[in-house]
């Protein structure tokens, strides 16, 4: 899991880098704020679900992680449906990849946020 955290938390951080780079007037905490409250579609995939554009990058990465035999994202999983790793895991590597980094994203946007107090 903690190769999904620190991959979330870099891709969060690019959010704000941007976010803060045309909009002027809004603060990191800000960012993080409206990430928590309005959600981050943009953060980790676009609008093919992926995040890499390539199955073969992000099978990759989700192996390095050891994503499909940690218990605490395999916990997540399930805390959603008794299938949804299941249903998630059909759709391929791409779309397992978006969801591992949607799901630990509140987790990683908290402890940012902690961080800016």
Not at 4 to 26: F, G, R, V, W
Not at 60 to 78: P, V
Not at 80 to 90: P, R, V
């Amino acid at each position: 899991m903690d190769n999904y955290k620190k991959l979330a938390k870099e891709l969060i951080e690019d959010h704000i880098t941007d976010t803060l780079s045309y909009n002027k007037d809004e603060t990191r905490r800000q960012v993080l704020l409206d990430m928590q409250e309005n959600g981050n579609e943009d953060v980790f995939g676009n609008m093919s679900g992926s995040r890499t554009c390539n199955t073969y990058e992000a099978q990759q990465f989700i192996d390095k992680s050891g994503a499909m035999w940690d218990d605490e994202i395999l916990d997540m999983f399930n805390d959603l449906g008794e299938d949804y790793f299941t249903q998630t895991l059909k759709r391929g590597a791409e779309t397992l990849d978006v969801v591992i980094l949607e799901l630990l994203s509140s987790q990683v946007i908290s402890e940012l946020l902690e961080s800016t107090e």
